[in-house]
């Protein structure tokens, strides 16, 4: 983080400047010299050898001072892209709903902001079990059924570790990755869900999975029927989930959109890590994949308005790496499709 940045005070809600050490990326390359060096003064002392020895550790050493300098410096510079809003923006006043495509999503991108607000439910577009058998039959579950209300139970143990009895869960019940098959309907059933929240945190449309796209489409689609009948929509705030911008995995970090809000950075408290790790360990199904997920920062951003006709991002789409029969060509025509059942062509 750039010097004097903005910076979320652990437990407070409230940004605060955070001064930074000049250099600070240097201390450890200089560590990494000064063990080369000690291991030098020991090869001196068998003759030659020691020095052809000593000069090829030198030229190892700078290269990886190089590496990791240069590293250091194209994260931070990615960073300062990534301005702060403000508490306000992050931590929303009124009533919140957490919109996830699959159980544990909540938790993934939104685990320790549920934590600190005071009045927030959970809605899951999903339970969490495909329709084919073998993901059951992988899993451990004789069939769907079992798998899916394992899932279930998974997310309601996990939620029920923030100690408080404000946060409502459902579950809409669609077979995990028929969320495209279900958007218009779904966008009519959020539009009646959605009067009675100021604020909804929900998935950026990225490419990630399926059901996370077709998650932001009914939302963004729910609200446009909202304010078509005369009233005003929530707030919408994107978390992050993954996605495979680049041709890499990526985890936690938005893909650059010109019409998103500024990005903002919540630092999680040890005490945050700690219940975070716990909630995802309640997801006892999912251990594989939670594991690589960050527990140091959760990052938010106002959801931009989308053209979800065309693809998120250049090259493959991290869902079309897998068999699941639903390419990006495919899940944009049933997007299109959706959008004309709900007259929004032409207001998406």
Known sequence: MPAGSTMLHPGSGSPRVVPTRKRAYLKKPIG??????NRFKLMLTVGEQGIDGMKGMLRRGKRLVREYVYRTLRRRRANREQKGISASELMPPGPTLIIAAHPDDEVI??????????CADVLHVTDGAPREGNFAQKAGFAGRSEYAAERQREAAAAL??????????????????????????????????????SFVVTHAYEGGHPDHDAT????QAACCLIKRGGCEPPSLLEMTGYHGWGGQNVRG??????????????????AERDLKRRMFACH??????????????????????????????????????????????????????????LDLLDRM
């Open 284 to 341: 006892a199904t999912q251990r594989g994949r939670l594991k690589n997920f960050s527990l140091d920062v959760e990052r938010f951003r106002s959801a931009p308005r989308y053209d979800f006709l065309a693809p998120p991002h250049r090259g493959e789409l991290h869902y079309e790496r897998f068999r699941w029969g639903i390419p990006g060509q495919t899940w944009r025509c049933a997007a299109k499709q959706a959008l004309a059942e």
């Open 253 to 270: 970090v938005f893909i650059p959109h010109p019409d998103a809000g500024s990005v903002a950075e919540l630092m999680l408290t040890w």
């Open 109 to 118: 991108g939104a685990g320790a902001l549920l934590s600190r607000l005071q």
């Open 216 to 219: 932001a489409l009914s939302v």
């Open 32 to 37: 990494m010299l000064s063990r080369s060096l």
């Open 160 to 197: 029920a570790l923030l100690g408080r009895h404000t946060v409502r869960v459902q579950c809409l019940g669609i077979p995990d990755q028929e969320a495209t098959t279900n958007v218009a309907s779904l966008a009519q059933r959020l539009a009646e869900l959605l009067t009675d929240y």
